[in-house]
């Protein structure tokens, strides 16, 4: 059984920085996939950004540049750094690790980022 929980969720201001860490427990073996999403109410989960077991990356357009996703394989964990934040970064972000030849998908419970001044 895998388990996701994310933490570094918080209030900043506009122009501020926030770095997420999403830590896996359990077995984790094989391609993977681990990305950050994100919801606002009233609004579909978006991605935000991927990053492969090969450590290959994608983003939203919306955050490209200041955004950075990354991993460290050998503490399960998946880090999202977030620069020049913005009002319209608030939202509750989701960890979500993806196995696609266990066609296992996992969420975090979420951890709320709120861009205020």
């Known amino acids: 059984q895998v388990q996701l929980v994310e933490s570094g969720g918080g209030l900043v201001q506009p122009g501020g920085s926030l770095r997420l860490s999403c830590a896996a427990s359990?077995?984790?073996?094989?391609?993977?996939?681990m990305g950050w999403f994100r919801q606002v109410p009233g609004k579909e989960r978006e991605l935000v950004a991927e990053i492969a077991s090969s450590g290959l990356a994608n983003y939203a357009d919306s955050v490209k540049g200041r955004f950075t996703i990354s991993r460290e394989n050998a503490k399960k964990t998946v880090y999202l750094q977030m620069n020049n934040l913005k009002v319209e970064d608030t939202a509750v972000y989701y960890c979500?690790?993806?196995?696609?030849?266990?066609?296992?998908?996992?969420w975090g419970q979420g951890t709320l980022v709120t861009v205020s001044s």
């Open positions: 359990g077995s984790i073996f094989g391609v993977n996939f």
């Open positions: 979500r690790g993806y196995w696609p030849y266990s066609s296992l998908e996992v």
